[in-house]
């Protein structure tokens, strides 16, 4: 059967080119193109844009983003048996499809790329939550990418979005929020994918802020979030205290309640202590 693209069925792809799905590379498949035209829309207009997608497989969202008018994308692809498939894709697309054949871990894209920039991406489980922490922490702030548009784990998407008070609200919360504006756009059940994950999966867009939503020292911020959270349970001036012995002053001096936990801090809070951290 014909597809919009012109292109074969993506199971006619998979089969052509014996693209059995490896677990060890995190693969499940979106195999339908009326949703992966969905995601790509997700991101917003993508026709004055650059995109960097980041495992592509047998390219069911590259075409996608294609078919929704990406001026280019670029695509990061581990598995050296997904080339021949993109290789195809690329020729019904001139100019608008460069493939790279490497671990997205390992590599910088950004000299082959042109702002504005948009992330895109189904990304493989066990990879996802690095490459967020590394697009959310770049050197400066704003970062060379306008907006992240991303498919996890539902239970990571839910982290991300999290509110204060709540026992997904953590670090990830807190170092989406600070910069971006995060929201779950698209949530997917196990059948929409091939084969079917054991867990349901969502869609997160983030949209980069042009500047931090309050000040603070990005490495101090990081610090002392990761020491109240990795003991989320005690108060925070317990869990607190390796790094200052006058933490108590200075949770006070940032308007927290010394007794609170880490859970109970908005992102303003952490900010302030984050500030008072400095003084000397
Ligand atoms: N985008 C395709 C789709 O939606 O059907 C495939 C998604 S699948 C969940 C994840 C893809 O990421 C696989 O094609 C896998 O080979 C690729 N991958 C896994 N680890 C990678 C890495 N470190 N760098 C680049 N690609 C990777």
Redesign the pocket.
Known sequence: MATVDGLPPLRDVIATHELVAKKS??????LDLNL?SKIARQAGDLTQCDVLE?????G??TRGLLAEGARKVLA????SR?MAPLAEISAAYPGRLEVINA???EIDPLERLTAPVRIVA???YN?GTELLVRWLTPPSWPPYWASLTLMFQREVAERIVAEPGSKKYGRLAILSQWRTTPRIVMELPPEAFSPPPKIHSAVVHLDALPAPRFEADPKVLERIVAAGFNQRRKMLRASLKGLTPDIEDRLTAAGIKPTDRAEQVPIEGWCALAREMVKG
Do not use: R
Request: hydrophobic share 40%.
């Open positions: 590379l995190g693969q499940n498949f979106l992966t980041v495992g592509p497989g047998p069911g969202l990061v692809e581990k598995d997904a671990d997205a871990l189904n990304l493989p990879v």
